[in-house]
């Protein structure tokens, strides 16, 4: 791309605002519209220039498109200057108010998943039931972790505590994590009676995990990713908390077009592929060793285990669905 179209793209206020906002996360058009508070029309345009230019990456997800800076190496110095170019007071200015408002968005829309899932707690299980059979992607999840020791367990957004459930027989310790203070009331209600000690159920967000670094053995995203305003995000603080060769597992959507369930379920997602998941991964230091594909009629579950710096990386390949694994426990 010649450097006049690449200067004449970054030329404009607004498309500078977008610049700088895109450096934060991948965003939709729409909340880059709500943000710089101009019409959805007016925002598109400018984007164009910058898509144009090769500087933005779009990708459409349903009826939502999101947009992200070009992963083109040749462009890494020119994003650099973003950051060695002295700002002025007034470019300051902006360019904090634009991220405080973007953050004002993204809570609005915390809260309402929030409401929903106060909600809907009581039916949660059942929600879910009703994309997937969950006897099989347990199935599949039990298989994908093998006979290796889990150790301590972490389960993002625990939900009513079906993961706790299924793994915490086998952890030496288990720490359940969720927003939802009456999820953790129905997932606190699972617990063997026992074995309270072993437990800990905490309020928390996954975006900024109360574990500390290198904590956990192993780590899973059970359905619960495809709420992430910033996948990336959670991904990598899951990666921040796992041990040397600890292992990520995510069960959740493959790309779909329902979009109902953006706005009836609060999923701010719709499914993810193998290519975002794997270089999420390897953005986080994880190595991407099996995945497992459950078609389900209009929605697919996919099942991704990652393991943090592997000596030796293993090839990706399809794990067997064995319900016998479960041993017992889905019954």
């Known amino acids: 791309m010649p450097l006049i179209d690449l200067f004449h793209a970054l030329g404009d206020t607004t498309r500078l605002r977008i610049m700088h906002l895109l450096r934060a996360m991948e965003l939709a058009v729409g909340e880059i519209a709500q943000v710089v508070g101009q019409s959805q029309p007016r925002v598109s345009r400018h984007i164009r220039i910058l898509v144009e230019a090769g500087l933005v990456e779009k990708r459409k997800e349903g009826n939502w498109v999101f947009l992200a800076l070009s992963r083109d190496a040749s462009l890494s110095p020119l994003f650099a200057l973003f950051d060695s170019v002295e700002t002025?007071?007034?470019?300051?200015?902006?360019?904090?108010?634009?991220l405080a408002r973007l953050a004002a968005v993204r809570n609005d829309r915390a809260r309402a998943a929030d409401e929903y899932f106060?909600?809907?707690?009581?039916?949660?299980?059942a929600i879910r039931s009703l994309h997937v059979s969950e006897r099989e992607v347990e199935a599949a999840m039990y298989s994908a972790l093998g006979e290796a020791p889990v150790g301590h367990l972490l389960d993002i957004g625990t939900g009513t505590g079906r993961m706790i459930e299924l793994f915490g027989p086998d952890a030496q310790l288990v720490t359940a994590i969720d927003r939802s203070p009456e999820m953790l009331r129905l997932a606190r209600a699972k617990l063997p009676g026992d074995a309270a000690?072993?437990?800990r159920l905490l309020i928390g967000d996954f975006?900024?995990?109360p574990v500390?670094?290198?904590?956990?053995d192993t780590v899973i995203l059970h359905q619960v990713l495809h709420y992430a305003?910033?996948?990336?995000?959670?991904?990598a603080e899951a990666a921040r908390v796992l041990t040397h060769e600890g292992r990520l597992l995510i069960a959740d959507f493959a790309p779909h077009e329902r979009e109902d369930l953006r706005i009836r379920d609060q999923h701010a997602r719709l499914g993810f592929s193998s290519a975002q998941m794997q270089g999420w991964f390897a953005a986080a230091g994880l190595d991407l060793i099996s995945e497992d594909t459950l078609p389900g009629g209009e929605l697919t579950v996919k099942i991704w285990l990652g393991r943090r710096h592997m000596a030796q990386v293993v090839p990706i390949e399809s794990s067997a669905l064995k319900a016998s694994a479960l041993k017992g426990r889905t019954a």
């Open 88 to 98: 002025s007071d007034s470019e300051a200015l902006w360019q904090a108010a634009d």
């Open 118 to 125: 106060a909600e809907h707690a009581e039916e949660w299980d």
């Open 197 to 199: 000690d072993k437990y």
């Open 207 to 209: 975006n900024a995990l």
């Open 212 to 216: 500390g670094d290198a904590a956990a």
């Open 229 to 235: 305003q910033a996948p990336e995000t959670v991904i």
